[in-house]
């Protein structure tokens, strides 16, 4: 009885450690409805809703404001690489004036800077680039190298634009993880077998 407790509380234990394992690699998740105001540094962007059904999930993160046009996250732990997710979307000649369309070269950068560092370019997505011109497209961006810091912020910003309500694009459903080494389940399986192993030879030696 005492080894089959024992077995069971083992089991127990590794399946917590496996579920754990496993949840610990989203470190930010957005989807603006409403905004988590602790998680931005926002500049000329505000969220709006669905007034023209031009948004793709209930609120997103729209910018038509005048001068800098920006969002910027916290500093996280990126030490182990990541991944950076989003839905955009940039202003087209079928959208309305809530997407006014975005001329070429006022394009969206996706940067990051460490320790407080100058920004650097993940990504510049190009105003022009049919995947987000008129509709929403999704953008994975993986990143690695220089960008690995124990104090790594990310953010968006747009090159230029023509003014107040010119040349709109907005963001949603922003996810950020990072990498986890998730152990392989048989050495979880060889791990737990050593373990009931031991405690079944503790429990023969004792009765
Ligand atoms: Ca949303
Ligand atoms: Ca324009
Ligand atoms: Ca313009």
Redesign the pocket.
Known sequence: MKFLNTAFITLLLLTTVIVNVANAGLILEEDFDPITSANWTLSNGSVLGNPASEFYSQNALHFNGSGTRSATTNSFDMTTGGMLSFMLKI?GSNDTALF????AG?DVLIQYATNGGSWINLVVIDTEDAIYKDTWGMVNLSFSGSAMTNNTKFQWIQAS??GNN???WAIDNVSLSNNVNVPEPTTFAIFALGIIGLASRRFKKKS
């Open positions: 202003g006014e369309d975005a001329d006022e634009h023509s010119w040349d709109n």
